[in-house]
T-cell receptor, first 114, second 113 residues
Framework: GAGVSQSPSNKVTEKGKDVELRCDPISGHTALYWYRQSLGQGLEFLIYFQGNSAPDKSGLPSDRFSAERTGGSVSTLTIQRTQQEDSAVYLC????????????FGDGTRLSIL | GNSVTQMEGPVTLSEEAFLTINCTYTATGYPSLFWYVQYPGEGLQLLLKATKADDKGSNKGFEATYRKETTSFHLEKGSVQVSDSAVYFCASDRGSTLGRLYFGRGTQLTVWP
């Protein structure tokens, strides 16, 4: 597709369950980013991929959070044993490696933990 | 370290009023600076950017000038419209093309007819 695609757009789950969020970047974009947007916290960086490796995962809030990227394309963000404070909109962005190219964002996945 | 601070608002204006949203940054290198906009129910869209000191980014009537001496990148528009109602985020990178962005907290703008 033309833009960054994220699925599902909404996810409601019970506390303690595991969830997987998916991101399809723009074709040809080698860099991929996950951010989290929550009330009172603004936009928090989670992890950055260059190809299939993650040179910066400093924003992952705990070891319950993990992410992977395969084939230099699709990425999944997994949250294990979800807690209510994990409720947020999870945003994915991608960019090319050409100089001065900006990050392009998807519409996000709204995650609600009951 | 790197950080971005922006006027949080909310900001409420009448149509055709002048808009300024303040943004300042701290950085160890020479970052590029960005304004992103988030319309209701949508993801973030790049509004404008500037890559070096004294550059002016502009788009849709919005402007921002990269001021190294004051470490600022204030967003301005001379005459706002109802359709400009959205949340505006100031952001910086680390001074290289790749890597994370540092975002401000966002400013909610509401424009009344």
């Amino acid at each position: 597709g033309a833009g960054v695609s994220q699925s599902p757009s909404n996810k409601v789950t019970e506390k303690g369950k595991d969830v997987e969020l998916r991101c399809d970047p723009i074709s040809g974009h080698t860099a991929l980013y996950w951010y989290r947007q929550s009330l009172g916290q603004g936009l928090e960086f989670l992890i950055y991929f260059q190809g299939n490796s993650a040179p910066d995962k400093s924003g992952l809030p705990s070891d319950r959070f993990s992410a992977e990227r395969t084939g230099g394309s699709v990425s999944t963000l997994t949250i294990q044993r979800t807690q209510q404070e994990d409720s947020a909109v999870y945003l994915c962005a991608s960019s090319s490696t050409d100089s001065n190219q900006p990050q392009h964002f998807g519409d996000g996945t709204r995650l609600s933990i009951l | 370290g790197n950080s971005v601070t922006q006027m949080e608002g909310p900001v409420t204006l009448s149509e055709e009023a002048f808009l300024t949203i303040n943004c300042t940054y701290t950085a160890t290198g020479y970052p590029s600076l960005f304004w992103y906009v988030q319309y209701p129910g949508e993801g973030l869209q790049l509004l404008l950017k500037a890559t070096k000191a004294d550059d002016k980014g502009s788009n849709k009537g919005f402007e921002a000038t990269y001021r190294k001496e004051t470490t600022s990148f204030h967003l301005e528009k001379g005459s706002v419209q109802v359709s400009d109602s959205a949340v505006y985020f100031c952001a910086s990178d680390r001074g290289s093309t790749l890597g994370r962005l540092y975002f401000g907290r966002g400013t909610q703008l509401t424009v009344w007819p």
